[in-house]
């Protein structure tokens, strides 16, 4: 039975992918930064452990308490929607610890693992404001982009090693915590210069049809997670794969 550990389960793209590995038979690592209880089915293949991507100490006891994994899927994150003009640079900071800094220090903590037994697979959720350019989340699209290109560098590393690394871009998920688990950061981030643009975007937002489910990231992930080809980029969602 194959092991994997997932970050960012508690909502969203990594609750999902969770679930759907737990369909596949596979033993299941979910972590998020506080467990919580009955988002799973029970089974003995699941682990809920607590995990803060962005504390050294918090990633090192998780791996510990994890064992042996097969795959590791860097899933957690955080978003940010607003004008960049507004937006303080602690913030910038702050996202950049967890969706850039925080899947850099996972990696980090896996690959010797990896690179002794020659064998193991990264999966790196990004999005697909890396494949075309939206407004008013130029903070986010940045620490998504430099996941892409660390990626793209890290796959030819590791294949020296038979370690494989893969990219899963997800596209537009409405029905995700995506705005809610960053609500007081975004807070003030629309001044009023912006509002009439801001207004704009966001009723287009609304009027748009192919988005991403869940479903369709967690699929992408089991695909990209088994793939033995040197594919490096899985696109999910019909958004996404419109952008192909």
Same mark, same amino acid.
């Given at each position: 039975?194959?092991?994997?550990?997932?970050?960012?389960?508690?909502?969203?793209?990594?609750?999902?992918?969770?679930?759907?590995?737990?369909?596949?038979?596979?033993?299941?690592?979910? =972590?998020?930064?506080?467990?919580?209880?009955?988002? &799973?089915?029970? +089974?003995?293949? #699941?682990?809920?452990?607590?995990? *803060? !991507?962005?504390?050294?100490?918090?990633?090192?006891?998780?791996?510990?308490?994890?064992?042996?994994?097969?795959?590791?899927?860097?899933?957690?994150?955080?978003?940010?929607?607003?004008?960049?003009?507004?937006?303080?640079?602690?913030?910038?900071?702050?996202?950049?610890?967890?969706?850039?800094?925080?899947?850099?220090?996972?990696?980090?903590?896996?690959?010797?693992?990896?690179?002794?037994?020659?064998?193991?697979?990264?999966?790196?959720?990004?999005?697909?404001?890396?494949?075309?350019?939206?407004?008013?989340?130029?903070?986010? =699209?940045?620490?998504?982009?430099?996941?892409?290109? &660390?990626?793209? +560098?890290?796959? #030819?590393?590791?294949?020296?090693? *038979? !370690?494989?690394?893969?990219?899963?871009?997800?596209?537009?998920?409405?029905?995700?915590?995506?705005?809610?688990?960053?609500?007081?950061?975004?807070?003030?981030?629309?001044?009023?210069?912006?509002?009439?643009?801001?207004?704009?975007?966001?009723?287009?937002?609304?009027?748009?049809?192919?988005?991403?489910?869940?479903?369709?990231?967690?699929?992408?992930?089991?695909?990209?997670?088994?793939?033995?080809?040197?594919?490096?980029?899985?696109?999910?969602?019909?958004?996404?794969?419109?952008?192909?």
């Amino acid at each position: 039975m194959k092991t994997v550990l997932i970050t960012g389960c508690s909502s969203g793209y990594g609750l999902q992918t969770a679930r759907r590995f737990l369909a596949e038979g596979w033993k299941v690592i979910a =972590t998020m930064r506080t467990p919580q209880e009955g988002l &799973f089915p029970a +089974s003995g293949n #699941l682990c809920v452990l607590a995990l *803060d !991507v962005t504390q050294p100490d918090s990633i090192a006891q998780a791996l510990d308490a994890a064992g042996p994994i097969d795959v590791l899927v860097n899933n957690a994150g955080i978003g940010l929607l607003g004008a960049f003009e507004a937006t303080p640079m602690s913030t910038v900071r702050d996202i950049f610890e967890t969706n850039t800094f925080g899947v850099m220090a996972m990696c980090q903590a896996v690959i010797p693992r990896f690179r002794a037994r020659r064998a193991g697979t990264i999966v790196n959720v990004t999005s697909s404001a890396t494949l075309a350019a939206y407004p008013l989340v130029a903070c986010y =699209t940045a620490s998504k982009s430099a996941i892409e290109g &660390f990626t793209e +560098s890290l796959e #030819l590393e590791l294949k020296e090693f *038979d !370690v494989r690394v893969k990219l899963v871009e997800p596209g537009y998920g409405p029905t995700t915590s995506f705005a809610s688990n960053g609500q007081q950061r975004m807070q003030g981030l629309i001044p009023p210069a912006y509002e009439p643009f801001a207004h704009s975007i966001f009723a287009g937002y609304a009027k748009v049809t192919a988005v991403t489910r869940e479903t369709d990231v967690a699929e992408a992930v089991l695909k990209a997670a088994g793939d033995t080809t040197n594919q490096l980029r899985f696109r999910a969602g019909a958004d996404a794969l419109a952008l192909a």
